[in-house]
Structure formats: structure tokens, C-alpha cells
């Protein structure tokens, strides 16, 4: 009794380490930086005014947001490796991780639910098994009145035999379609990724780097013609006027600026003016990666957590047990 009575103080504390250690860490700001990964995703989701009066709620301006992403808005980042790849970490790369590739046999499964394939199918298997069925012979001279068509019975077959040989050439050609398309689309997203360059300010100087490099504070410049990679925030603009039709549907082209709509937008096209701005969201956080992984063509962060929690919560709470039995 006294051994349960002590141990419960100790079960207390452990419980309350799992809670902080198992909540979600992107939910808080790094000891470097004065803004979450969750608090970025929640800015741009507004729009308009509403976007202007979360800034300046959360941050004053756009200066305080480049202060608190640790970042300058004229010189932009130092381009330190290390300050580099502790942005990745913490606020994730400007990579959209795909989903794993659907085999050949997967797409043939997926050809077979046709209704119209299926009902071919249960066709083809009834006019084979009539075909096939052979009836006593007492029974065979009634229906024939004695006498035997032995070419019908024998070429009965053939009926059913060309619908399955028709069904499986349908569901071949479908399959392989398929297949070529996403081998297709692939490659050309992996171009892009790795040929698509943008222009950003580094040390005080303009460079054209590959997208993938892009992290969250990084100060891009914007111009007509432009595919934003990432999304942001306007620190500067002139006349700039983006099509968000890719993400909206609306095929007016959106005024963006400081006092209309400062949000700019991975996957829109900028198709008049200039500026430049602050990166605030990239990869499966950006918009566009938020969109893809709800219909399913990336893979989303929360898989990839769900893997990183299985390999270290079960030797972590292992070792909470043995604890536990030690007291």
C-alpha cells in the first residue's frame, strides 16, 4: 500500500512528460525565431484586410514578421549553411513529397471497377458456363426433337471467349495509359523542381537559385512572368497584379500590395508589376502543398509524423515502464 501511495506522485510526473513530449512541436516557436510553423499556415490562409489586420495584430508590420522569422528585408538571409538547414528543420523544405508511385497491377485493379467492364464480365462468365453445360441425353433429344447440333454446341464458346479477350485488352490499354501519364507527370514535376530557378536576395545579393533551396525567410524579388514557388508576404510592390485562378478559380487578376492584399501564393502566376517578399510557408506547408495533399498527390506532413512517432514512442515508453517497476 505504501509502495502504490509512493509511486503516484511519480506516476503523476511521468504523465505529464509524456503530454509535453508526445504534443506537437511545430505548435511552438524555436528558441530562435518568435513564430510557429501553425501561426505562419493560420496568416495565409487570410485574405485581404483580414490578412493586413492579423500582421499587424501579430507582428505591427511586415518588418516586425522579417524581425521575428530572424531575417532582413533588404540584405534578406546570410546564406549561413547551418542558419540554412535549421530553417529546413524547423520550418520544413520547399519540397512537395509525392505519393509512392501505384503500381501496373494496381492500376488493372482500379481498370476492372468499370460497371460497364463488370457487367462484360458476368456476361462473358454466363455465356461460357451455357457453353459448357452439358444436359443429360435423355433431355437433349426432347429439346433437339432428336436431332443434335453438334457446330452450335461445340462453337458456343467462342461467344463468351471474345468478350473476356475484349475486357482484358480494354483493361490492359486503360492500365498501361495510366501508367505512362503518371510516369509522365513525374518526370515533368521532377524537372521542375530541379530546373525552375528563383530569384532571391542572399548577403545583399540578387542570385538565382533552385527552388527546392528556398527556406522560410528568404526575400525574394517578384516580377511579371514570375511562378511563385512558396508563399509570402509583399514587403515592396509596384503595380503587381497576380492571377490566382490555379488556386481560386477566379480569373480576375488580384491587386496585390501593402494596403489591398499583401498574401502572395505558391502555384499563381504574377502577370503585371514587380516587388519583392518575405517567405513565410514552403513544401506541404505552402498552399499549394496544402492543396495537393488533400487530393491525395503528396504525401502529407502528418504521415510522415505518424512514422516518426511509432519508431520513438515505443523505446520511450519502454522505458517510462521500466521505471515504473523499478519504484
Not at 141 to 165: Q, R, Y
Not at 218 to 238: E, F
Request: charged fraction near 25%; charge should be negative; proline fraction near 5%.
Amino acid at each position: 500500500m505504501n509502495r502504490s501511495a509512493k509511486s503516484q506522485p511519480f506516476l503523476s510526473s511521468l504523465s505529464h512528460e509524456i503530454i509535453e513530449i508526445m504534443g506537437t512541436v511545430e505548435n511552438e516557436p524555436a528558441p530562435q525565431y518568435e513564430v510557429s510553423v501553425m501561426q505562419l499556415r493560420e496568416l495565409m490562409d487570410s485574405r485581404g484586410t483580414e490578412g493586413i489586420a492579423k500582421i499587424q495584430q501579430q507582428f505591427g508590420n511586415v518588418f516586425g514578421l522579417c524581425n521575428a522569422l530572424r531575417t532582413a528585408p533588404n540584405e534578406g538571409l546570410s546564406g549561413n549553411p547551418k542558419d540554412l538547414e535549421n530553417r529546413r528543420e524547423f520550418f520544413g523544405a520547399n519540397v512537395i513529397p509525392p505519393k509512392p508511385p501505384k503500381t501496373f497491377l494496381q492500376l488493372v485493379w482500379e481498370a476492372l471497377q468499370d460497371v460497364t467492364l463488370i457487367i462484360l464480365e458476368v456476361a462473358a462468365i454466363i455465356s461460357l458456363a451455357l457453353a459448357f453445360y452439358k444436359p443429360p441425353p435423355g433431355e437433349e433429344d426432347e429439346e433437339t426433337g432428336g436431332g443434335v447440333h453438334e457446330d452450335e454446341s461445340e462453337a458456343g464458346w467462342i461467344e463468351g471467349a471474345a468478350i473476356l479477350v475484349s475486357v482484358i485488352i480494354v483493361v490492359l490499354v486503360t492500365a498501361f495509359n495510366d501508367y505512362t501519364k503518371e510516369r509522365q507527370f513525374r518526370g515533368l514535376q521532377n524537372r521542375i523542381e530541379h530546373e525552375h530557378k528563383f530569384t532571391v536576395i542572399r548577403g545583399s545579393e540578387a542570385k538565382e537559385l533552385l527552388v527546392a533551396e528556398l527556406v522560410v525567410g528568404d526575400i525574394c524579388q517578384v516580377k511579371y512572368g514570375d511562378l511563385l514557388p512558396a508563399d509570402g508576404i509583399i514587403i515592396q510592390s509596384n503595380d503587381l497584379k497576380v492571377d490566382e485562378s490555379s488556386l481560386t478559380g477566379e480569373s480576375d487578376h488580384v491587386k496585390k500590395g501593402n494596403d489591398s492584399d499583401p498574401m502572395l501564393l505558391s502555384g499563381t502566376h504574377v502577370m503585371e508589376g514587380s516587388g519583392r517578399m518575405v517567405v513565410t510557408a514552403v513544401g506541404i506547408n505552402s498552399q499549394a502543398g496544402i492543396i495537393f495533399a488533400l487530393l491525395g498527390a503528396a504525401q502529407s506532413e502528418d504521415d510522415a509524423q505518424k512514422k516518426q512517432m511509432k519508431k520513438g514512442t515505443v523505446p520511450y515508453i519502454f522505458n517510462i515502464c521500466r521505471c515504473v517497476a523499478l519504484q
